[in-house]
């Protein structure tokens, strides 16, 4: 792996979204480096830890001012992929995360396109637009042998619908979750402080900011094989970035990490190269 090398275009898709993946060190934008590198950083890490779930994790920076349909012909590419890969896996759970409105995206197409509202501050584990999730799965799938809900039952006995389950004689059963992160501009402090949130709980802004502290827990609640997270990008119209070396924050601390400590990932890069051929 040379970390040198900027970029390196992978293929396109049915839709003709361009599909790069992404070296992001030498970028200068501080969401790159800091937010959706932040979330890439630890997917990677929980990934390599023992005892995870979790197999696959990666990035995707969305086209600017990205079409719908492109968007769910890369994240469907993506998923069959990834079901490919693991055919003895059932079921095969997939978490699929977007980011809520923040700065300078009021409306965030990362949450527009899955929950219909790229608007809202609202974040957690929840259910995507179903015609929409059904259409991609129909698309890159076929017909399920069977569809249900995905239920999150919490220790009150209320049911939280947090996704969708497909049924399938080659793929036996794919679960799909989906989490709006929040994003807090406290994130982007570089002085380590301590903070209550509305539950009453501490966070600190490294390494339990609110939007990692989230993916975390819920990572830990639903056990997913593999992660894919949205964010969106400054990128050609039909251009999607795969991260694939980045740093967000160092380990010591809540500031950039140095060149020394990037983190590689590649999942996504090899599903692509897969799919794309």
């Not at 920076?61 to 590419?77: I, W």
């Not at 969708?164 to 799909?176: G, M, P, Q, T, V």
């Not at 994003?183 to 539950?199: E, F, M």
Request: charged residues 20%.
């Amino acid at each position: 792996m040379n970390k040198n090398t900027p970029k390196i275009e992978i293929g396109f898709t049915h839709s003709g979204a361009k599909i790069i993946s992404h070296n992001d060190l030498f970028e200068t934008k501080k969401y790159t480096k800091y937010l959706c590198g932040h979330v890439f950083r630890i997917g990677t890490e929980l990934k390599n830890q023992k005892n995870t779930s979790l197999h696959y994790s990666g990035f995707i920076h969305m086209a600017k001012n990205p079409e719908e349909f492109q968007y769910f012909d890369v994240l469907g590419t993506a998923i069959k992929g990834i079901a490919k890969e693991n055919t003895a896996l059932n079921p095969l759970t997939i978490l699929i995360t977007g980011f809520t409105k923040f700065d300078g995206v009021p409306d965030n197409a990362s949450s527009r396109f899955l929950f219909n509202d790229g608007n809202s501050e609202n974040y957690g584990l929840m259910a995507a637009d179903f015609n929409k999730i059904n259409s991609m799965m129909l698309n890159k799938f076929g017909e399920p042998e069977g569809v249900s809900e995905f239920f999150l039952t919490e220790q009150s006995a209320t049911k939280n619908k947090i996704g969708y389950s497909y049924r399938y004689r080659d793929f036996a059963l794919i679960n799909l979750i989906f989490l709006r992160l929040p994003v807090d501009d406290w994130i982007k402090s570089t002085k380590i402080s301590q903070r209550k949130l509305a539950d009453g709980s501490l966070v600190t802004n490294y390494p339990g900011d609110h939007t990692g502290d989230l993916l975390k827990k819920s990572i830990a609640q639903v056990k997913p094989q593999a992660l894919i997270s949205f964010g969106v990008g400054t990128n050609g119209i039909n251009d999607f970035y795969l991260e694939r070396i980045s740093y967000g924050m160092a380990e010591n601390g809540a500031v950039y990490a140095s060149q020394a400590e990037f983190v590689v990932n590649e999942d996504l890069s090899e599903i692509f190269q897969k799919q794309l051929v």
